[in-house]
């Protein structure tokens, strides 16, 4: 008797998931025709994003064969902020300058600038974009001879691929400020400025990074490629497949 229910209770099980999968199948294709054009714009996209991010570690390497590489250790953090070591303890200082919990000076900045002992590793965070986008694009040609559950995965690699492109490609356009005239600007206001102990000046004008310490001069030409526009790719919305629920949990089909 047991026999015969568990095996009752088997084929509604397999039923029911076969009847799943048959109306998760028709949502799957669709949702791949409507995201093929999105998936090519976003390699399109990382196409373009190689040459600037070539551009980013020339201008890095560059900085760190001139005398400007002594600049790092007075820049402390290098994500849109010149964060500069202070033997004064008082807390008032004057503005935009701000001070920190430790008592050193924050000068806040548009973009990113590039003077810290490590080039930012955006190179392999492409190659991972790329990589999977590739597999996403092929999972679109091979989509028909996938069985259903195979099939079932394919539309949430395209929603992970397409949210790694939209979260790197911002990235790369913050580390571009530093070439935009604000941050000129920024700079100019900060190197015009007297500090104690320090005399060096940093400037940007006509895509030569100047580097000025009074005893050191080098100009740094910034590379053609460092300000070419990127596409940011829209993220798609996640596809809500049919599931299994069965004691308060949920699996694909």
């Given amino acids: 008797m047991v026999g015969r229910k568990d095996d009752a209770y088997n ?12 109306i998760n199948r028709p949502l799957i294709e669709e949702y791949v ?3 093929n054009q999105h998936v090519s714009s976003a390699i399109e996209g990382l196409a373009s994003a190689v040459s600037v991010t070539l551009a980013i ?25 010149l964060l500069v070591r202070s033997t004064d303890t008082g807390r008032e200082c004057p503005w935009p300058w701000s001070r ?10 548009p973009g990113h600038l590039l003077f810290s002992t490590c080039p930012p590793n955006l190179h392999r965070g492409l190659q991972s974009c790329a990589a999977r986008l590739q597999r996403v694009a092929d999972s679109f040609r091979t989509l028909d001879s996938k069985n259903d559950f195979s099939a079932s995965q394919v539309p949430n690699g395209i929603w992970l691929a397409m949210l790694q492109v939209a979260q790197l490609i911002p990235v790369i356009q913050a580390y571009q400020g530093l070439a935009k005239p604000d941050t000129a600007a920024a700079l100019d206001r900060w190197s015009d400025e007297p500090r104690l102990g320090s005399n060096i000046t940093l400037r940007i004008s006509q895509r030569v990074l100047i580097y000025d310490d009074g005893l050191d001069h080098c100009e740094i030409e ?15 919305n996640r596809l809500e497949l049919h599931l299994v629920r069965v004691g308060g949990r949920a699996y694909y089909p």
């Fill in 100 to 109: 920190t919990k430790s008592g050193n000076l924050r000068y806040q900045l």
């Fill in 11 to 22: 084929e509604h099980m397999w039923a029911y998931r076969d009847h799943l999968r048959s």
């Fill in 57 to 81: 570690l020339q201008l890095h390497d560059a900085i760190r064969r001139s005398p400007a590489v002594s600049f790092w250790p007075i820049i402390r953090e290098t994500k849109g902020a």
């Fill in 33 to 35: 025709r409507q995201q």
């Fill in 222 to 236: 910034i590379p053609e490629g460092f300000t070419k526009p990127l596409f940011v790719p829209s993220r798609p």
